[in-house]
């Protein structure tokens, strides 16, 4: 969902406001007795940050540091909503738990754009005809490009009737712009690689044109940089570079060869986030080969220090289960006391994650895990949670509390031996095995991620599981 993952990116804006935002709120009927917000990593700010505050009488007040405007994502229980912040706001909101996004309301700094914020995810996200998958995505290409002109007339249209009644500010708006921009960009670039995939039996090739639209794209503009669906798009159109070069993606240089490709295509800070994405995806693969020299070349060519440290500690903390290792086996209980072992479901796709319940980032992702379930109900999916916990009663009260849905199973302690077998460093951490047992990705993207979905089910299609 589009923007229930904006919280992937934060847009960054000089501000000589005070650096914290003060946000107070009245919740009807909460879930839970605590609220919290979360910047989450990004290639730009590769580290979480998260505040949590308790509720009194279904009322909170809460103080966050902030020193650029951005957006965050606010949560409680098992609902999430983006918020844009500016240092120096003071903002107000309320609204009923289990009915967030309907009943959301705003006063005070920034109600304005986090109004529209919450219409456009009603509006563009909630609406099945707005999304690619499923229909739309099997329309041929003449269509399909009606499709997206028209959404995109309709978010820009929607934009400013809004805003016309109720203003926003120019950061906001550019920021806004860039979105709508990428997010087309991106469902374009994409559609005949998905369609192929999808539609299996009638496969069909772009117009001589469909890609002219790239030569468009300012990939410099600071807006454009910072936009949600940046990051997406540049990760996609990564993968259309090396297509176009006739790449293999198993040649073990290939990550070398796509890393020094990108340098040679695009300039500046999109080549640093792009090449930052190589480096990722070759320690996503366990392929380690050339990360080495590819870290260094980052950090010569002026990437930042900040996404260079962070890439360098998931290299340190590489375990050494790779793509093709048979992923260890294992026998636990779940929350009714059955035992469940991982060799239940031969001939599915695993999607197997590991967290604990004093984990901020593991409870932040709960929400989008179980959105990730709802949509991979139809297909031979499944996903296995294990909580790694010293007592089990603290994960069996998180897990009842918090309604989660999937095989929840439970580990005693950091120490146990399955911890040391999938090389565990830190959690969250997430594995992708395949119908046979076998690693298809030790580091597959994490339930927030927008493209988390499309990567499951492309393993789905590509190893012709059955829809149920």
Known sequence: MLLLSLALMLTVYPSFAQNKVVLKGKIQKNLTEEVTLASLPSPLHPEERQTVARLEKGEFVLEMSLTEAGIVEFIHGGESVPLYLEPGYEMSL????????????????GANENSYLTLHSLHFDEEEDYQTLPDNIKLPESEFLKFLAYRKEDQLNTFKAQTAK??????????????????????????YDLRNRVILNNKLTPSASYYSFLTKLDMKQPASLQCISFPTFLRNYVDFLARQA??????????RKVFDLVGQQLDGEARHMAQAHVIRQSLQQGNVLHVPAMLQDFESNGGAPAVHASLNRKLESYGGLGVGSTAPEFSLKDVRGDTVSLSDFRGKIVYLGFWRTDCGLCLVEQPHAQELFRKLQGYDVVMINIGVEDDEQTWRRAVESRGLSGVQLYLKGQEAELVKQYGLRDVPAYFLIDETGSIISTKPRRPIDREAEKEILQHVMSNRASVK
Do not use: Q
């Open 246 to 255: 006739n790449l293999i993606p198993t040649d073990k240089h290939y990550f």
């Open 166 to 191: 109720y203003p926003v500010n120019e950061n906001f708006r550019k920021l806004i712009m860039a979105e709508i921009e990428y997010s087309y960009a991106n469902d374009r670039l994409t559609f």
């Open 94 to 109: 309320s609204f009923t738990a289990g009915k967030m996004l309907k009943t959301l309301k705003f006063t005070g700094s």
